[in-house]
């Protein structure tokens, strides 16, 4: 079993924005299926759930204790890491392992009261890990802190997962060319913007990178409600392959 | 009006604490009036909502913009401010005014990135400052960051809300003695201890505070499992006068 379960497939404000008027918000505020919260993902393999990011807020409810095998962080900013504060006092053992990238600062006191995380040293990005029956990649995005994605390779299936990014370092891109994923999921902000935005991609940059990585398929995330109005507009098509991810969609790997 | 509605009466683990199997636990698993979320009050008057702490995460479903007229914080710990994070990136005007102690740190990147929060420079302690149709004191309070509880006034209204604390400074408890209060709602955080604790007042300490400030009525407050669970227990009650807040709780002002 190798299942991708989108949680939060929003940005740090989510979808709707709270008080925004604009039909983007006002159809998610009256259709549930529509929200977005904060990123957060959950990978359903045999051995358990791994969990990457954590920008929800109700992961308690969500999963028992003993679910989550591990955590895997992009990055420390609140709107992934927001849902470890409450999680942390769970007085049960074992601690939950957390990967994550090089970042000697962290949220807040979430290094200093850790609490059931265990927050293991960073990993050599460009290097498979063996995580259990999940084989781990660290890839290097660019962000405005030290941010990484992960590929995710379970038995023959292999997915890019890359947020939060503005382009892609030359050394990632050529990694995903060197060593093909079926799909990726990037960060994708904002619709096409005049000049590409600068902690994130656009649809415009995010097409290119998909198309210059060679992956069959392309999943957007990390949605802000200005590309969901975007999108909503007739004529406003994606291409062929690509498809914007939404709360609560599962995809069966391949 | 006046009306005091408890949205967060839990410490920062909330109940259920993620994977405890204690009896209050498992109750407030199967009930959800049972459950207690982390810190934050509304208080209702004519002119809208004043907010007393965040630790709750669905804010921006609670209330509309516009409802909000401005948030008081006792403290920057995370189960305090947590559902700041998600609502600052409203793009509405005018900005809400937020009152706190002087904390020249904030929590993570809040004071970096306010979007719509207005931190406003710290008032003064033991002078009452008029907020529209509410009138707030803050009172210096016993904790590991810089904290402050708020007396409360609307109209011939009085109630004290203190936590977090372990015990209560002199000149506070003394403040509250010289201008007596309705009802306080207070700091209890564990059953009685052997000693009390360093953070956060055990039943001991919160009852002997209240009984020193001549207030009628004490709501108790950032309750968590352990306490929970020895109230469930027979032969411990509480005295006359003195109630367990509950979230979702309102009390009409008196
Ligand atoms: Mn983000
Ligand atoms: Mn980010
Ligand atoms: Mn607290
Ligand atoms: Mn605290
Ligand atoms: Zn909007
Ligand atoms: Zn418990």
Known sequence: MFEIEFIGTGDAA??????????ACRR?????????????VAVHTETGVTLID?????????FAFGQIRRILLTHFHMDHVQGLFPLRWCERTPRIP?????????????????????????L?????HDLGDLHITPLPLRHSRPTQGYVLRHQRH????????????ETTLRHLQRHPVAALVLDCHVPPQPRPPRNHNDLTTALALWRASG??????THVGHHLDDWLRQPGNALPEGVRVAADGLRLAGD
Chains 1, 2 share one sequence.
């Open 98 to 122: 957390v990967h994550r990238p090089d970042d000697p600062i962290g949220a807040d006191d979430l290094y200093k009261h850790p609490g059931v995380l265990d927050f293991r040293p960073p």
């Open 215 to 220: 992956a069959p398929r392309l999943w957007l």
């Open 54 to 62: 954590a920008g929800v807020g109700d992961l308690a409810r969500r």
């Open 158 to 169: 292999r997915l890019a997962y890359l947020t939060d990014t503005a382009g892609l370092p």
């Open 124 to 128: 050599a990005p460009f290097v498979e």
């Open 28 to 40: 998610a505020s009256a259709d549930p299926a529509r929200r977005r919260e904060s990123a957060c």
């Open 14 to 23: 989510g979808v709707p924005v709270w008080g925004c008027d604009c039909p």
